[in-house]
């Protein structure tokens, strides 16, 4: 068997990160194993116990990677963008992207938000999800102020962790809506919030 450089085993993880991510969606955290995840990455059950000692690790480190690639995805497009509301349109759109629209993704939020209450492992994973949203919210916001787009005595770690919990919040009504959260809805709540017209 041919030795794996450092690259083909970044790959390789890259592999069973991605195909871990679908698999828990789709299944759920209880439902999903480690087999599930070997078939859909096309590898050995073995070769996941090379880059991870457990199924909680294989957990943390599939929805750590789904996190930073949400985040850096939803930063570089905003970036792209010129005034605060524009920023915030298309951070709004990424966000629905990943979370909204990719199937299976607010009934899995949902299924961690739960298991959280029993494992600090989840836990865990749910603040840093939180902190990465609140983070995203406060570059924005930073930047509307400093643009003079905001009002000048906007509470910023306030206001950014309120958008935290409209975000959660609109998952939890979709989920209750059966799916049906338009993007326009989420702007036109956002709009409210930072009391933009």
Known sequence: MPRLTSKRQEARQGVILAAAR?????????????HDVARAAGVPVGSIYTYFASKDE???????????????????DMQAAGTFRERLMRALAGWYAYTI?????????????????????????VARRRERVVMVATILLQEGL?????RPDLDVELAA????NLLDGMILECLEANGEIRLGDVERRTNLLFALS
């Open 22 to 34: 679908r698999v828990f969606v789709e299944r759920g955290l209880h439902a999903a194993t480690t």
């Open 58 to 76: 294989l957990i943390r480190a599939s929805i750590l990677a789904a996190n930073k690639e949400e985040t850096d995805s939803v930063l570089r």
């Open 101 to 125: 629209e990719a199937p299976g993704v607010a009934a899995f939020l949902a299924d961690v938000w739960a298991e959280a209450a029993r494992r600090p492992l989840i836990r865990d994973l």
């Open 146 to 150: 400093a643009a003079g787009e905001l």
């Open 161 to 164: 962790r309120l958008f935290a």
